[in-house]
């Protein structure tokens, strides 16, 4: 196979493409954001998880678009940094989650370094064309939100 090959089955497909764009954007938020030791995915959680408090762990999972089964242990690990607490809700199985001082701090602390890692996430691109392609990967998500392993949905809250 020929490197013209590989431009044309591989390299200049979209899939490869998102699939790289993902590589390097968990690997900027990790260096970016180093001294916090918290992933892209527990980020996500405690972003959810203080948009909409009490929120129960189910719903974290759809609101980030991330496995149920998995999320059990991002919110396990978080509760164990002392970054959210669980209360137990009307119905005793759920659990309801909330931020701690100690999350909330972190989340603002954070923020500087998340929006770092977002700017060098786009490196190569001028203002206009950020817009633009922040514009078109958002409409693509939401065109194939429904085909996804976990589709996204806008959290409700269950007391």
């Known amino acids: 196979m020929t490197d013209h090959d590989l431009e044309a089955i591989l390299y200049n497909k979209p899939g490869h493409l998102i699939r790289r764009l993902q590589q390097i954007a968990t690997t900027v938020f990790l260096e970016e954001t180093a001294e916090y030791d918290t992933t892209p995915v527990q980020y996500g959680a405690l972003a959810a998880i203080r948009a909409h408090p ?7 999972a759809q609101a980030i678009g991330f496995d149920r089964n998995t999320i059990s242990g991002v919110v396990e690990r978080l509760e164990i940094k002392g970054l959210i607490s669980r209360s137990t809700g009307t119905d005793r199985r759920t659990k309801l989650l ?18 770092r890692a977002q700017d060098r996430m786009l490196t190569g691109l001028n203002k206009t064309e950020r817009v633009a392609f922040v514009s078109m990967l958002k409409r693509l998500v939401d065109a194939n939100n429904d085909v996804s392993r976990v589709p996204v949905s806008a959290p409700g809250r269950r007391d």
Request: no cysteine; hydrophobic share 45%.
């Open 54 to 60: 009490g929120i129960d762990q189910l719903r974290v």
């Open 98 to 115: 909330y931020l701690t001082a100690e999350g909330e701090a972190l989340l603002a602390r954070m923020y500087p370094a998340t929006e």
